[in-house]
Nanobody, 121 residues
Framework: QVQLVESGGGLVQAGGSLRLSCVVSGSIFSINVMGWYRQAPGNERELVAS???????NYADSVKGRFTISRDNAKNTVALQMNSLKPEDTAVYYC???????????????WGQGTQVTVSS
C-alpha cells in the first residue's frame, strides 16, 4: 500500500520561509512525477510545482522565483522550499505522486493528507 506523509507546514509571517517535505512509502518500483498542489478556502486545488523523475521542473507563475521543488529518487521524497511567503500563499498544501508503479505492477496516482500553511501579514 502506497502512503504519502507530509510535514513542515505551519504559521509564518509574510516574507518568511517554510520547507515542506513528503515521503512516499510502500512497495514502489518508480514514481514518474512528484508535485505539490494547494487549495485555499473557496478555491479549486491548483498546481504549485512539479518535478519529473528526470528532475525537470514546472512552477505556477505565482511562485516562480520564490519556491523551489526538489526530489530524492532513491528515498522517494519530494520537498518544497518556500521563500518570500505572501498571505496569498495561505492554503492547504498537498503532496502528489503521479504514475506510481508498484512492485505489483499497478500504476496509480496518490495524494497526501495535506498540511496547512498560513502566512500572516
Amino acid at each position: 500500500q502506497v502512503q504519502l506523509v507530509e510535514s513542515g507546514g505551519g504559521l509564518v509571517q509574510a516574507g518568511g520561509s517554510l520547507r515542506l517535505s513528503c515521503v512516499v512509502s510502500g512497495s514502489i518500483f518508480s514514481i514518474n512525477v512528484m508535485g505539490w498542489y494547494r487549495q485555499a478556502p473557496g478555491n479549486e486545488r491548483e498546481l504549485v510545482a512539479s518535478i519529473t523523475s528526470g528532475v525537470g521542473t514546472n512552477y505556477a507563475d505565482s511562485v516562480k522565483g520564490r519556491f523551489t521543488i526538489s526530489r530524492d529518487n532513491a528515498k522517494n521524497t519530494v520537498a518544497l522550499q518556500m521563500n518570500s511567503l505572501k498571505p496569498e500563499d495561505t492554503a492547504v498544501y498537498y503532496c502528489n505522486a503521479g504514475g506510481v508503479i508498484t512492485s505489483s505492477w499497478t500504476r496509480n496516482d496518490y495524494w497526501g493528507q495535506g498540511t496547512q500553511v498560513t502566512v500572516s501579514s
